[in-house]
């Protein structure tokens, strides 16, 4: 079988998925392919965020350090999800562990070049930005119930 090229990977997820091609040619020139092997960490709190994570398949726990529980997850995320928003605001970096919990492929979108993207192209930034909002949305009431289910009496 033939490897995908990485415009084609992208053209095929569900975040990408409609754009216009020259939005989908900007976001290959700085993409590359990641590999996550099972229990290896894509990214670690306090790390720089230097990607946005498209994933391919597999699957990936957003962990939070607890003094007294250690890792908690807050929410796993399989094919066809994002991952990390971290690269959005600075200082830039992880406030979440990303723990793959088995083999995970993805895409990985250049932080830097992102942000670089959206701002020379604000069309671009406008699109991108509101695929992304929803993610964000859906990750903060994952966060609020994994915490009142984490910290109720």
């Keep these: 079988m033939m490897t995908k090229d990485v415009k084609q990977l992208l053209a095929e997820h569900e975040f990408v998925r409609g754009m216009e091609e020259r939005h989908i040619d900007l976001l290959a020139s700085f993409a590359r392919l990641k590999i996550v092997r099972e229990d290896e960490y894509m990214f670690r709190e306090g790390e720089d965020a230097d990607c946005c994570y498209l994933i391919r398949d597999g699957c990936i726990a957003i962990e939070v350090r607890h003094p007294s529980r250690g890792s908690v ?16 605001s600075p200082p830039y970096q992880w406030k979440f562990d990303g723990r793959a919990v088995e083999l ?22 406008y699109q991108f930005l509101a695929r992304l909002m929803p993610v964000v949305s859906e990750r903060l009431e994952a966060t609020r119930l994994q915490l009142l289910d984490l910290y109720a009496p």
């Design 73 to 88: 997850t807050i929410q796993t995320l399989g094919a066809n999800k994002v991952v990390g928003w971290s690269w959005l």
């Design 104 to 125: 995970t492929r993805g895409v990985c979108l250049g932080s830097e070049q992102l942000r670089d993207a959206c701002e020379a192209d604000h069309e671009f930034g």
